[in-house]
């Protein structure tokens, strides 16, 4: 090659060599911010529900006094999905409700007095709401005769084998010279979800003809469907809120819950939180868990 | 022109003329389709915007919609979903260009029928199973290998968006550079050049627009992505901005999955409804401003094809040559600058050194060398993505082949999926593809024979060709949120299988119409004069000598979209999927279907981990089962028709 070719081949060099530097640059940069990270101590990784959930709803109230959330709080779309990332996550802190407490996550004392279904029903558990089916005017027919079978001791066994607390005083349910067919459909609450689905199983047993269908998708989700008509009964794991009041639905309590702040098994920072120290950590006032040990 | 002796000419004309509008209105269905989206998307998102105004709901810093008070700032949600795009583009650019090349150039055949279909396959995922790898995997390694508190990050949502958008960026390009002129190659061989010196200098610039293009398209793909990001990029509940910027440890919420999570649970009619219907209209704009982009530098190379271009010098060639120096030694000295502050003194001596000591080594290689050392970067890139879909399959059939059984596959679900099978959700997804295709093909190829049989082209033919573009660059989840906002709230359907097959139908629309035209166009014209000239009516001529030998053409593209209805999540998550073991019997009830089982264990259920892996490799050998069929109907049909 003459030496007459090579300004080109020089700038395309230089075009190489600036990309590669710019490559570098971004990559040096980016993990430095990784490094500096580590040199704090273990980081609380702030995991919660969407902001349309009940269980948010009821935190955020109750917890948080109203007060904002710390801009890290990761966001999930259920109770299942907080307890699954919370235990992945060594750092993580988590609220779900009681009946998605397992092997796989630390449930925390709170105030020291810890989340099990008898403190919740004695009232020394701080943190429990009801739970709520809502109809479009009073219910009737499938959705009536569905929700006596929850309100019942059979139905209140189910609320309780899920980890949730029942409602005390049954009676029997009876479906003697009743039948039902057609279809009945439930969505909402994802707290309020696995109760529904296991109860809809023996429900169907009692009457063959009838279909039922129970999705998931959130407390606002069921009280909007139900409003609207697309399902007959909604789950709620919140109460109305001011502007849903005027949407003609009757409530009925099936059950309570507790709100287990959970974290993962390989955290041995802490034992148990106040609801003080709750508060400030979903505030981001507390943000690593050794600064939790000294306070 | 049949005589005017003919007893059937009038009823005849009348026929031909039926026909003619028919296949009118399902070549404008495609407009009247993406009218309405825009149209329902504006009327929901227009009481937001109202309320908050335009400039405070785009630059506001804070998404807080269930505060108090509410904040409507949508500002952090368009960085995270414009920072999500640039990481993924920084992993598929260098890979999807280096396997094009490779496609293309250097392959040999028997290389390459292997290549090819592979990285198809990767197309065949559906995006809520590279979700659930990411969820499960990914997440878990890089909080483990980089020591960060979380892994679901930025970086997470960018490595799979980047691993998605590689097939749709590799296939373009490579027939970009495929397409250049064999004359140019040969030309450059000839004077001596190596195979690299021409694929640098002559074919990838050459190729460039048609690469350019490609890239746009893979932008537009990864910016209108919503349930891999969904589920591995944290979603922080304000929507955060990375400190510092180049963070890439931070999490990040983008439009989609603010989309995607809030959808299902909002009041309709409230004020946080209108503002989700905004954030689907900012992120429709930014893709269909992607995608209009992609069509313009595509329809330029179709014209610069057919003349011979001449470039105007405003500078003569040596000014031209310093002014370049001086830009790039500015910002090479700004990067400098940056890396200095950012690693210190020592690391950016290091590195300024090796980058001077490969600037000398490169003077001193021979072409030879050179290109050995491109050869081995290119194929470099091909082997790094198979190894991604190879890791990626091995995962899901390593994890899924322990739960599948007959049992898994013909029956019902039991304890929240945790046990039991799938099969109300194989069938749910059955009936909704079915549908979707039922309503998608009769429209898509009626538009695409109006469009290339029965039109020249013109004013009107530019207008259905832009709307089926539009439709095709549209996000799934913009789908969904207008499905749900007309099918199930406005024409009161509920959540209903029939809800869903609509919205999907129009989702596979523009593909069907694209791969039908194909199919018309490479039958000769030739055959038609024929038909036509022995007295066939125009339809005569379309239904008994055009389509028969179109038909494997049309069906190929009719299984494509079959196979991209089964695996989309998204257009079906707020119009008709429940969580249920139940088998619909009527249109009007909800269905389960695959991805949204698989979606809702793997996010929602504790403990399912077999039936997620389960459902996960059926949902994988369903789609990629559809994507196999056309691929070989696709070669078959091209080896066997010879005109």
Same mark, same amino acid.
């Given at each position: ?106 449930? %925390? ?70 039948? %039902?067919?057609?279809?009945?459909? %439930? ?18 047993? %009692? ?89 | ?10 009823? !005849? ?12 209105? +399902?070549?404008?269905?495609? /407009? ?29 810093? @804070? ?20 920072? /999500? ?75 799979? #968006?980047?691993?998605? +958008? ?34 640098? @200098? ?18 537009? !793909? ?6 891999? /990001? ?11 901005? &990375? ?7 931070? &999490? ?47 329809? !330029? ?25 001086? /830009? ?80 898994? #596959?013909?029956? $019902?679900?039991?304890?929240? $999926? ?23 093909? &009769? ?7 109006? #469009? ?12 259905? @060709? ?47 119409? !694209? ?12 055959? @038609? ?92 050998? #369903? ?21």
């Amino acid at each position: 090659m003459s030496q007459h070719t090579t300004p080109p081949h020089r700038k395309n060099i230089g075009i190489v060599l600036l990309t590669l530097l710019l490559l570098t640059t971004l990559g040096v940069t980016m993990f430095s911010g990784c490094t500096q990270q580590q040199t704090q101590g273990t980081s609380i990784v702030l995991i919660g529900r969407d902001s349309a959930s009940g269980t948010r709803d009821f935190f955020w109230t109750n917890v948080m006094g109203k007060t904002n959330f710390s801009q890290n709080l990761l966001e999930k779309n259920s109770n299942g999905a907080i307890q699954l990332t919370v235990a992945q996550t060594p750092g993580a802190i988590g609220y779900v409700g009681l009946g998605f407490i397992d092997a796989t996550v630390k449930a %925390l004392p709170i105030n020291n007095v810890a989340p099990t279904v008898a403190h919740v029903l004695d009232n020394t558990y701080p943190i429990s709401r009801d739970l709520y089916m809502f109809t479009k005017g009073n219910a009737t027919g499938a959705a009536l005769e569905f929700i006596l079978y929850i309100q019942s001791t059979e139905g209140q066994a189910i609320v309780q084998h899920e980890g949730f607390v029942p409602i005390q005083n049954t009676t029997h349910y009876s479906n003697a010279g009743k039948t %039902l067919s057609g279809t009945l459909t %439930l969505s909402g609450s994802t707290t309020v979800f696995p109760i529904a689905e296991k109860a809809s199983t023996s429900f169907k047993t %009692l009457y063959p003809n009838l279909q039922i269908t129970v999705s998931p998708g959130g407390s606002g989700a069921g009280i909007t469907a139900v409003s609207q008509g697309t399902v007959n009964i909604g789950m709620s794991s919140r109460n109305l809120q001011p502007s849903e009041t005027t949407l003609g639905l009757v409530r009925y309590t099936i059950g309570k819950d507790g709100i287990a702040i959970i974290v993962n098994p390989q955290n041995t920072y802490v034992t148990g939180l106040t609801l003080t120290q709750i508060k400030a950590i979903y505030q981001g006032q507390i943000t690593t868990w050794n600064q939790l040990q000294t306070t | 022109m049949p005589t005017s002796s003919w007893p059937t000419r009038k009823s !005849r004309t009348l026929r031909e003329n039926g026909i003619r509008l028919l296949l009118f209105l +399902a070549a404008f269905s495609a /407009v009247i389709v993406i009218f309405s989206i825009i149209y329902f998307l504006f009327q929901d998102a227009f009481p937001i915007f109202q309320k908050v105004g335009i400039i405070q709901f785009i630059a506001g810093m @804070r998404w807080n919609p269930t505060g108090t008070p509410p904040l409507y700032g949508a500002f952090p949600l368009i960085v995270g979903t414009l920072l /999500v795009t640039i990481g993924a583009m920084a992993i598929a650019i260098p890979l999807s260009l280096g396997s094009a090349i490779f496609i293309s150039e250097i392959a040999t055949p028997r290389l390459k029928a292997v290549i090819k279909p592979a990285i198809e396959l990767l197309a065949g995922i559906p995006s809520v199973v590279f979700g659930f790898f990411g969820l499960i995997i990914l997440t878990t390694w890089i909080q483990t290998t980089f020591n960060v508190p979380t892994g679901e990050t930025w970086l997470a949502g960018s490595i799979l #968006l980047g691993i998605m +958008a590689i097939p749709t960026i590799t296939s373009v390009a490579e027939d970009a550079i495929s397409s250049v002129p064999k004359e140019y190659k040969e030309g450059s061989l000839a004077l001596g050049a190596t195979r690299w010196q021409t694929i640098r @200098r002559v074919l990838v610039p050459t190729a460039m627009s048609g690469i350019t293009a490609a890239i746009i398209l893979g932008i537009g !793909r990864a910016i209108g992505e919503t349930m891999a /990001v969904l589920m591995v990029c944290g979603n922080p509940t304000y929507g955060l901005i &990375p400190q510092p910027i180049t963070n890439i440890f931070t &999490p990040i919420k983008t439009l989609t999955a603010t989309l995607g999570i809030e959808m299902g649970e909002v009041a309709a009619g409230s004020n946080h409804y209108y503002a989700l219907f905004g954030l689907a209209l900012i992120l429709l704009i930014i893709t269909l401003a992607v995608n209009i982009l992609a069509t313009v530098i595509l329809g !330029r190379l179709r014209e610069k094809k057919a003349q011979i271009t001449t470039k105007k010098h405003l500078f003569p060639q040596k000014t031209k040559t310093q002014m370049k120096q001086a /830009v790039y030694l500015l910002i090479g000295l700004t990067l400098i600058l940056l890396l200095f502050t950012a690693a210190g003194p020592l690391i950016t001596i290091l590195i300024v050194l090796i980058l001077i000591t490969a600037y000398y080594l490169n003077k001193r290689f021979t072409e030879k060398i050179k290109q050995r050392l491109a050869f081995f970067i290119l194929g470099a890139t091909i082997v790094t993505i198979l190894i991604i879909l190879g890791i990626i399959l091995a995962y899901i059939i390593g994890n899924g082949l322990p739960a599948l059984n007959i049992d898994f #596959l013909t029956q $019902g679900p039991t304890n929240l $999926g945790r046990t039991g099978g799938i099969f109300p959700s194989i069938i749910g997804t059955l009936y909704l593809v079915a549908g979707a295709i039922a309503i998608a093909l &009769p429209l898509g190829v009626g538009a695409a024979i109006y #469009l290339h049989e029965y039109t020249k082209e013109g004013t009107i033919t530019k207008i259905i @060709r832009a709307a089926a573009d539009l439709l095709n660059g549209t996000p799934s989840i913009v789908f969904g949120l207008f499905g749900f906002a007309f099918f199930v709230l406005y024409l009161k359907l509920g959540f209903s299988l029939l809800a869903g097959q609509i919205t999907l139908a129009f989702m596979i629309l523009p593909t069907i119409i !694209r791969t039908t035209e194909e199919a018309l166009i490479s039958i000769p014209n030739t055959i @038609r004069e024929g038909s036509l000239a022995l007295g066939a009516t125009k339809w005569q001529t379309t239904r008994n000598v055009v389509l028969p030998p179109a038909a494997p053409g049309i069906l190929t593209g009719a299984i494509l979209g079959i196979g991209r209805a089964a695996g989309e999540t998204a257009p079906i998550l707020f119009t008709a999927v429940v969580f249920s073991n139940y088998i619909p019997n009527s249109i009007l009830q909800p269905v389960n279907a695959l991805p949204y089982h698989l979606f809702t264990l793997a996010t929602s259920v504790p403990g399912s981990q077999t039936n997620q892996a389960g459902t996960a490799l059926v949902l994988l050998l #369903l789609v990629i089962g559809f994507y196999l069929i056309a691929i070989l109907l696709r070669s078959r049909y091209q080896k066997t028709t010879k005109w």
